[in-house]
């Protein structure tokens, strides 16, 4: 398996759906010093995604203007009601449960993990700003 791309186009992002695909995939993002994402399936007929940042190694920063837009992004998909209460909003770990389909998580965890290299337009126009 590869390293993702970066910019990582929304149809490239990993289903880690079960045990061994979630392992398989942040292994695989560990070998190759890469920031981990996926979108996962879970109960309810809903999505979640997932990124983490250690799997980066120790050089790879996530600089404190990205994540707070990150954390912004997140709030604001909290409050149209798009991803779960429950949300993690990093800085190292994120995770967004109760997206609604497939396609979104997955362009989600796309807008993300540009966002975890330092792109934050993917993130911009995945998630509007706020009113």
């Known amino acids: ?9 929304a149809h490239l992002i990993p289903d880690a759906t079960g045990t061994d695909a979630f ?19 879970e109960a309810r007929r809903r999505w979640i995604v997932k990124a983490d940042t250690l799997t980066a190694g120790a050089n ?7 994540n707070e837009a990150v954390r912004d992004a ?4 909290i409050h149209s009601r ?6 993690y909003t990093g800085p190292v770990y994120f995770m ?3 997206v609604r389909s497939e396609v979104r998580a997955r362009e989600l965890a796309a807008a993300l993990h540009a966002a975890l290299y ?3 337009d ?10």
């Open 1 to 9: 398996m590869q390293a993702l791309p970066v910019p990582c186009p």
């Open 23 to 41: 392992h398989d995939v942040y292994r695989n993002a560990m070998a190759h010093n890469a920031v981990f994402v996926a979108s996962e399936f």
């Open 60 to 66: 790879h920063v996530v600089a404190d203007t990205v």
């Open 74 to 77: 997140i709030a604001r998909l």
């Open 82 to 87: 798009e991803v779960d209460l429950d949300a």
């Open 96 to 98: 967004m449960h109760g």
């Open 118 to 120: 330092g792109d934050l």
């Open 122 to 131: 993917p993130l911009a126009h995945a998630i509007p700003p706020a009113p």
